[in-house]
């Protein structure tokens, strides 16, 4: 077995986007237009309560990630609800969706800490399947496996794949993807397997002190792309000091690739430039998947009230609590499992 080497590594540059939203976007940019599954990575900031409007998707899967605060988002189903911190959500558009996902402010509307934090990811899906039924998936922070490993100085919370032994829950998405979220505290060492035929980076979040591969030092905000030629990558947090500021925070995600034609003209995904312009019409005709919206109202694009947190969208905090809690009981009665603390070697 060897180290996958590493192809580039490219630095995420903060940019405006609507009002007062930061965006880093780091696939779909200059830098790197594509990492194959992969057509956009974008790590967005809001302090106010700009998001994104009723908008279409076909073609493409997104995976959505809340860091901090909260996002709603319903579609032209009738489908809805709010992402909080830590939650994730795997949409396969298919052959048309339509939705909106506007931040939502928790507490004091008017503190300047009141900040909504996601990471979003666009995927390819293959031919055969860009025009399958849409469907998607939300999966609460409590709901989403975590391991530890290197006597508890590396922590991995399994979003989608299998790392350390440890396997996330099955059928989230169309496209096969790995998603990893690490927590490193200073000294602390990991070796990740990484699946043959899938494309991987590393995005870190937090932190200047990762080296990746014994050699490679990154730095935060930098994203890192790989090769694929190995089987597997290491890294270490050098920082000397156990501290809250000296852990690192990244997300390593991969996905397999297809090595197909792409055709992409903003949200609509195709194999040929006729299926952009199908797509175009049928989004502007409601037909061939957007027949949902005739008649459609969006609920949130003009902002989300208390009103709708508490009634529509099932969005109670304390309501939440009380799953949080009932889902735990549920896990503590069953049977401990051998795979709750990680080996330190795969």
Same mark, same amino acid.
């Given at each position: 077995?060897?180290?996958?080497?590493?192809?580039?590594?490219?630095?995420?540059?903060?940019?405006?986007?609507?009002?007062?939203a930061?965006?880093r976007?780091?696939?779909?940019s200059?830098?790197?237009?594509?990492?194959?599954?992969?057509?956009?990575?974008?790590?967005?900031?809001?302090?106010?309560?700009?998001?994104?409007?009723?908008?279409?998707?076909?073609g493409?899967?997104t995976?959505?990630?809340v860091?901090?605060?909260?996002?709603?988002?319903?579609?032209?189903?009738g489908?809805k609800?709010?992402?909080?911190?830590?939650?994730v959500?795997?949409?396969?558009? =298919? /052959?048309?969706? !339509?939705?909106?996902?506007?931040?939502?402010?928790i *507490?004091?509307?008017?503190? +300047? #800490?009141?900040?909504?934090?996601?990471m979003?990811?666009?995927?390819?899906?293959?031919?055969s399947e860009k025009?399958?039924?849409?469907?998607?998936?939300?999966l609460?922070?409590?709901?989403?496996?975590?391991?530890?490993?290197?006597? =508890? /100085?590396?922590? !991995?919370?399994?979003?989608s794949?299998?790392?350390? *032994?440890?396997?996330?829950? +099955? #059928?989230?998405?169309t496209t096969?993807?790995?998603?990893?979220?690490?927590?490193?505290?200073a000294?602390?060492?990991?070796?990740?397997?990484?699946q043959?035929?899938?494309?991987?980076?590393?995005?870190?979040l937090?932190?200047?002190?990762?080296?990746?591969n014994?050699?490679?030092?990154?730095?935060q905000?930098?994203?890192?792309f790989?090769?694929?030629d190995?089987?597997?990558?290491?890294?270490?947090?050098t920082?000397?000091?156990?501290?809250p500021?000296?852990?690192?925070e990244?997300?390593?995600?991969?996905?397999?690739?297809?090595k197909?034609?792409?055709?992409q003209?903003g949200?609509?995904?195709?194999?040929?430039?006729?299926?952009?312009?199908?797509a175009?019409?049928?989004?502007?005709?409601?037909?061939?998947?957007?027949?949902?919206?005739?008649?459609?109202?969006?609920l949130?694009?003009?902002?989300?009230?208390?009103?709708?947190?508490?009634?529509?969208l099932?969005?109670?905090?304390?309501?939440?609590?009380?799953?949080?809690?009932?889902?735990?009981?549920?896990?503590?009665?069953?049977?401990?499992?051998?795979?709750?603390?990680?080996?330190?070697?795969?």
């Amino acid at each position: 077995m060897s180290t996958r080497s590493i192809a580039k590594i490219i630095t995420a540059r903060s940019q405006p986007e609507g009002a007062g939203a930061t965006v880093r976007r780091s696939i779909g940019s200059m830098g790197m237009h594509r990492h194959d599954p992969f057509l956009m990575f974008d790590h967005m900031n809001s302090a106010g309560t700009s998001g994104f409007p009723q908008h279409p998707h076909r073609g493409q899967e997104t995976i959505t990630l809340v860091l901090r605060g909260a996002i709603a988002h319903e579609d032209f189903t009738g489908s809805k609800g709010i992402l909080y911190a830590g939650d994730v959500q795997f949409m396969t558009a =298919g /052959k048309g969706m !339509v939705h909106s996902e506007m931040p939502v402010l928790i *507490g004091d509307k008017n503190s +300047k #800490d009141n900040v909504t934090e996601i990471m979003q990811l666009w995927v390819d899906l293959p031919n055969s399947e860009k025009l399958k039924k849409p469907s998607y998936r939300d999966l609460k922070e409590w709901e989403i496996p975590e391991v530890k490993s290197d006597n =508890g /100085k590396v922590i !991995v919370k399994i979003l989608s794949g299998k790392s350390h *032994g440890v396997e996330s829950q +099955k #059928d989230l998405a169309t496209t096969p993807i790995n998603y990893y979220y690490y927590k490193v505290k200073a000294g602390g060492e990991f070796k990740q397997e990484l699946q043959k035929g899938f494309n991987y980076f590393l995005y870190l979040l937090k932190g200047n002190t990762l080296v990746l591969n014994g050699d490679t030092q990154v730095k935060q905000y930098q994203n890192v792309f790989f090769e694929e030629d190995g089987e597997y990558i290491t890294g270490k947090n050098t920082a000397k000091e156990d501290t809250p500021e000296n852990e690192l925070e990244f997300v390593l995600v991969g996905g397999k690739s297809f090595k197909q034609e792409i055709v992409q003209y903003g949200p609509f995904v195709a194999s040929s430039k006729n299926g952009i312009q199908q797509a175009i019409m049928d989004y502007q005709y409601q037909q061939n998947g957007f027949e949902h919206l005739k008649g459609w109202k969006t609920l949130i694009s003009d902002g989300v009230t208390q009103e709708m947190i508490d009634g529509p969208l099932d969005g109670n905090l304390e309501q939440r609590a009380k799953q949080k809690e009932a889902f735990l009981k549920k896990q503590k009665e069953k049977q401990p499992q051998n795979s709750e603390v990680a080996k330190d070697e795969l």
